[in-house]
């Protein structure tokens, strides 16, 4: 036991609590570093030994916790968070002495023998792929009372993301003989749903020992420049999100990237929580990075000067390296006006910036990036973003915390890693389940993607018809219809299951022209064959072939009849109990065929 002592009379009930031998050594360790640390208000004013004892030790774990789940723990996080917060109050600029210019760009949003050759090299790495998801967000805008994860991408039949990514990985593992490991990061908000759905769904047919959960911790927030941790109340700590930039210093600490290393495995290909989209692209992404010796690459999307979505530079300072960064679009138009461009960020001949939208998907080569966790200990590019209550920038309107963002990494690169951007088309490759209704319908009409769970199912069927017309079948929309302020294209509404298709060529190979149209719903699984299949509107056409066999359809029409029927919801259904609240988030329902 070290005995914690101070002559400060306001820390004498607590210095005689601690000496009591009601602390553990590591409470008391604690204790200590956090005095040499100046934070001492955290046990100043203290109750007498008996009063609310249970509440000082509920405290000290939480600071425990706290402790044991940042590198080198909370000394390190208050001398970290000094440091960036003088630099806040100092106004540095991150970016001053840096020129942006365009980052090394290979350009797949459009379709041909490029795009096929990425995908075909990227399917011979999958095996040597690991796929990391985050899955920590509150998702405060989208306002949904679970997790994100257990939201159907589509509900023709009702397929939770986490289902469709477990299939993915079904599907991959299947295909290149190897276990593709999934690992999840989790926070506490979102850790017993995540458990809960794995254990429901018996881990979506993924073996225990395929999966790795990493749950991420909050952070104390900081009332002042001395980061002083801020306190709710006498023994309640305030904590707050750490941010995305968590996985990567778990994946380090928990030793996940040197075990996956160790077995062989090359890259891994960061994905989001609600991107049902992801799966199109990750082949080819992953095949550009091995063609072009990436070891990070970025999955970006084109995007219009101003748009509300970060762009990547690269940022050219002389005597440094080159940088290639996510630049939030509210400071790339300034630092372009300041250097290269007075105008700002400018269209080029497309009407695109040349520097591309970031949507956080990112394949990452696993060697280099274990040199780089190992040289940061796994915290990297903590950032601090203070909202200053007064014109010398020393005092905060509330509390402030370190934060980390996942697509930062680079900012830690220090030996020639190679960066790179991957451009697909936006529907593509994203469309995520972000928003709720209104704030959706806001976007729609301001001609933004409206990110909702609508417009992410609709972008869902939009990526099948896609992969039907590339393999040459005949694809006649149906009307685009709004429902609740977000465009809907009714149909066909197209699935198909990666254990039909992994990639283009494999829809290629499986369909030989064929029509289909309207309202129609078609939905692929296992190894199926489509030989000049016309399918009407109002029909459907399910076609599931079970592992180990084969089922082949050939000239084939099939009529409208009982089908799939899209229903939308009326305003007492939209406010009734009985109305699930991933009907909710949509504004309609579909259902199944009659029996
Ligand atoms: P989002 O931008 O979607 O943020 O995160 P969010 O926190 O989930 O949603 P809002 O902002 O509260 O509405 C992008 C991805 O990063 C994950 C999310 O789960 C999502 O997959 N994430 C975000 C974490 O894993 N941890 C975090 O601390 C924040």
């Given amino acids: 036991m070290i005995p914690v002592t101070s002559t400060d009379p306001r820390l004498e ?31 100043a004013d203290w109750d007498p030994a008996g009063t609310r004892d249970a509440d000082k030790l509920a405290f000290l774990d939480s600071l425990l916790q706290a402790d044991q789940s940042y590198p080198g723990g909370l000394p390190a996080y208050i001398r970290n968070a000094r440091h960036l917060l003088a630099e806040a109050s100092a106004g540095t600029n991150p970016f001053d002495g840096c020129t942006p210019a365009q980052p090394d760009i290979v350009d797949l949003s459009t379709f041909g023998p490029e795009y096929d050759k990425a995908e075909a090299t990227g399917l011979e790495c999958l095996g040597q792929t690991a796929i990391v998801l985050v899955a920590g967000g509150l998702g405060e805008r989208l306002g949904y009372h679970g997790i994100k994860l257990d939201i159907p991408v589509e509900t023709t039949e009702s397929t939770t993301y986490l289902a469709h990514y477990a299939s993915f990985i079904r599907a991959a593992s299947k295909r290149t003989g190897r276990r593709i490991p999934l690992i999840i990061m989790t926070s ?44 709710e109340e006498k023994y309640n700590l305030i904590l707050k999100p750490h941010g995305h930039g968590d996985i990567h210093t778990l994946l380090h600490t928990s030793g996940t990237a040197a075990r996956l290393a160790a077995e062989g495995f090359r890259y891994l290909m960061f994905i989001q929580d609600t991107n049902g989209q992801v799966f199109n692209a990750a082949l080819a992404a992953i ?122 990494l680079p900012k830690s690169f220090s030996s020639g890693e190679k960066t790179g951007v991957t451009i697909f088309d936006r529907t593509w490759c994203f469309s995520a389940c972000k928003n709720n209704l209104a704030d959706a319908a806001a976007k729609a009409a301001a001609n933004s993607p409206a990110e909702s769970a609508s417009s992410a199912e609709n972008d869902f069927y939009l990526a099948g018809r896609q992969k039907l017309r590339m393999a040459g079948m005949t694809v006649t929309d149906g009307p685009v ?115």
Avoid: W
């Fill in 481 to 595: 219809r709004s429902i609740r302020g977000i465009p809907f294209t009714t149909g066909p509404r197209v699935i198909l299951r990666p254990s039909f298709a992994l990639t283009l060529q494999d829809v290629r190979d499986r369909i030989t022209g064929g029509a289909i149209s309207g309202n129609a719903t078609l939905i692929l699984e296992g190894d199926t064959r489509l030989e000049h299949v016309v399918i009407k509107p109002g029909a459907t056409f399910v076609a599931k072939a079970p592992e180990g066999t084969q089922a082949i359809h050939t000239n084939t029409t099939i009529p409208a009849g009982a089908t799939y029927t899209l229903h939308e919801l009326t305003d007492a259904e939209m406010s009734s109990p009985d109305t699930p609240e991933f009907l909710k988030i949509r504004g309609y329902r579909i259902t199944p065929p009659a029996a």
């Fill in 287 to 408: 095949g550009v990075s091995e063609a072009r010796g990436y070891d990070f690459n970025s999955i970006a999307v084109n995007r219009v000067p101003g748009e509300a979505v970060g762009g990547i530079a690269r940022l050219v300072k002389p005597g440094h390296p080159d940088l290639t960064l996510n630049v939030e679009y509210n400071q790339l138009d300034p630092l372009l006006r300041a250097t290269v461009s007075p105008e700002g960020d400018v269209p080029d001949a497309r009407g695109y910036s040349l520097f591309p939208g970031n949507i956080n998907l990112l394949v990452i080569r696993l060697a280099p990036y274990i040199k780089v966790l190992e040289a940061s200990g796994g915290i990297v590019a903590e950032f601090v973003n203070p909202k200053f209550a007064d014109a010398s920038r020393t005092t905060f309107k509330k509390p402030a915390r370190l934060e980390t963002l996942m697509q930062d």
């Fill in 188 to 231: 506490r908000d979102t850790h017993p749903g995540t458990i809960a759905s794995l254990k429901a769904n018996a881990n979506f047919g993924l073996a225990d020992d395929q999966i790795t959960i990493l749950r991420q911790e909050l952070v104390p927030a900081l009332s002042d420049l001395d980061a002083h941790l801020a306190l």
């Fill in 13 to 43: 009930a607590f210095t005689t609590f601690a000496n009591s031998g009601a602390l553990t050594e590591a409470q008391s360790t604690l204790c200590a570093a956090l005095l040499a640390e100046n934070q001492h208000h955290l046990f």
